[in-house]
């Protein structure tokens, strides 16, 4: 069975910092997705990742895959309050359909001034 | 712009109803999605349907079942409500890759 795990689930950071959010997945996966969440809103799509090395660049974010550490990270860059919001990742487990996500517990982050 | 709408934000219903969840989407996406979301849980797939009158469990299809007639439809029916089934219901579709979700139903059951 397929475990997608992020952490940390909880962030508080101060504006202008940098962080990491770390997504493990426990089995092969043929694809990763960021998806970002406002309270009481629905998931916006940040990214898709289809490749070990992906990198791809938003803004702010910056997402990359490796998929042999089975390992995806959201790096936030000179953080802004605007980027208060929750991040989750999500996978297709290998071999599987194509719609089937699973997704992690998310991180919920709060930009502070 | 993917346009995916459900049929209600808020929804209070009793223990025993049956409840019907509508979901429309306009970009004429193959596959479409019913998702639970619950603080601490994330999101977890109930069903899943990538044609008209096909469907799949998720991972936690009991107590729920669906229905696609059409292709811009799909709906969500929960036979006979429960307690546990108060959540936030978020709908999606898809052609290839990315995932379009609508704005979520916020369901309580009495």
């Known amino acids: 069975e397929l475990k997608v795990e992020q952490n940390p689930l909880f962030l508080s950071m101060q504006e202008g910092k940098n962080y990491t959010i770390y997504c493990n997945y426990s089995t092969t996966s043929d694809r990763l997705y960021w998806y970002r969440q406002d309270p009481g809103k629905s998931l916006e799509s940040l990214f898709v990742?289809?490749?070990?090395?992906a990198v791809k660049q938003e803004g702010r974010l910056m997402a990359s895959l490796d998929t042999k550490a089975r390992l995806s990270t959201l790096h936030i860059t000179a953080a802004v309050h605007d980027l208060s919001a929750t991040y989750f990742c999500a996978v297709v487990p290998g071999g599987g359909s194509q719609g089937n996500l699973i997704f992690g517990k998310g991180t919920k982050l709060s930009v502070k001034p | 712009d993917v346009k995916v709408t459900q049929s209600s934000r808020y929804l209070v219903k009793r223990t025993g109803e049956k409840v019907f969840l509508e979901c429309v989407q306009d970009m004429d996406h193959e596959n479409m999605f019913w998702y639970r979301q619950d603080p601490g849980l994330g999101l977890r797939l109930i069903y899943f349907s990538y044609d008209v009158k096909m469907k799949e469990k998720g991972d936690i299809p009991e107590g729920y079942s669906v229905s696609r007639e059409k292709k811009e439809r799909f709906s969500l029916i929960l036979e006979s409500a429960s307690t546990n089934q108060t959540s936030m219901y978020l709908c999606a579709s898809s052609l290839s890759l990315a995932q379009y979700f609508g704005p979520g139903t916020r369901l309580t059951v009495l």
């Open positions: 990742l289809l490749s070990n090395g």
